[in-house]
């Protein structure tokens, strides 16, 4: 999936993906990273233990009221 950097917001990066949607990803996963940088999302489904930790990132990753 492709996403491009928006803006930056606190310590949150707003990436803007394909259909329009934004995403909130931490700062600090992307050092140097700045408004108008492309960059490819990839998604992998994990272990079953991992799939607690993954929905909980998504969540965190997917809240409107960052």
Do not use: S
């Amino acid at each position: 999936m492709k996403a491009v950097i928006d803006r930056i917001e606190g310590d949150f990066l707003v990436l803007e993906i394909e259909g329009g949607q934004e995403l909130f990803w931490p700062k600090k996963d992307f050092v140097g990273a700045k408004e108008g940088d492309e960059l490819n999302i990839f998604l992998a489904k994990g272990e079953p233990d991992n799939e607690v930790k993954a929905k909980e990132l998504l969540k965190q990753i997917f809240k409107r009221d960052v």
